[in-house]
């Protein structure tokens, strides 16, 4: 018998968004009448003992966490890996949101997916950098849906690069939602493997956009969410490397109390599923234990 679960894909078929992130009423207009959200599915190794789902970063993709997602499974958690709207195998423009609507409501369809598979399971929730910050925004608005929630080096301090509109009528014009700007990341911050940068490297899914609305979204939910995170109505982890530099890993440290535990991943950048999913898995399998699965 094999040693690797290999993932299964999987489409939801999901409603087009209105400008604000509200669902467009009707059909899509895609092929088919339908939006197609892509997520990667690893069953658990014997009988499950809960599903999990992992939300990726700005630019980043389900895919990458394969060899993180294998080691959950070998401890018999059944995992989703979804690819946001814009982002990876998923339909829509690169690296735009249209709101938090929007977001909230296809990470719902993912755990409603899991739910439909693994009805009386527990769910936990795991996010990564812009997608930790997506995540505690899920928990807080549908209390009661989650066993647990995981923030691995969330996004506290969103910082991305938008040139400003120049040129002889430059007065007359404004920034639109849908202009794309740079999520401005040196891989070297992200990966300490340079195998592993190279990977990402030549990785055609991963990019490096991100538009004008969605990088509001990701500032609003920093300055907002962050205050709000000892409301959260389940336990919280917060996973953080300690040579993180895209975002400081004290702010982490400063969440910590409460229903909010915070651990350190020593030496790990910011890509941190990608960049220690070995020490990531061993700090979650007791840790979802003592939630009681």
Known sequence: MSTQPEPLT???????STADGE?????????????????????????????????????SHGARFVEFA?????????????????????????????GLGEVLRDIDEVQQHLAYRLPIAPKFLIGQGLGA????????DRPGQLHGLVLCAPLW?????FQTKGGLFKAFKKQLPTDSGSLARDPALLLRSADLRAARQADSLVHDTITLRAAELAEQLAKDQATRLQSVGCPVLILHGTGD????????????????????IGGALHDLLVDAPGECVAELVPWFARQGV
């Open 245 to 264: 530099r895209i975002v400081d890993p004290a702010l982490s440290r400063s969440k910590a109390g409460g229903r909010v535990e915070v651990r350190e």
């Open 10 to 16: 999987t489409y939801l078929e999901l409603r087009e």
């Open 157 to 161: 301090t969103p910082r991305f690069a």
């Open 23 to 59: 669902v467009r009423a009707g059909l899509s207009h895609k092929a088919g009448g339908l939006f197609l959200l892509h997520v990667l599915e690893l069953a658990a190794y014997g009988e499950p003992r809960g599903g999990v789902t992992v939300v990726h970063d700005a630019g």
């Open 133 to 140: 910050l997506y995540a505690l925004a899920f928990a807080l």
């Open 70 to 98: 294998r080691g959950l499974a070998r401890e018999r958690w059944a995992v989703a890996l979804p690819d946001l709207r814009g982002h990876g195998r998923s339909e829509g423009a690169r690296g735009h949101a249209t």
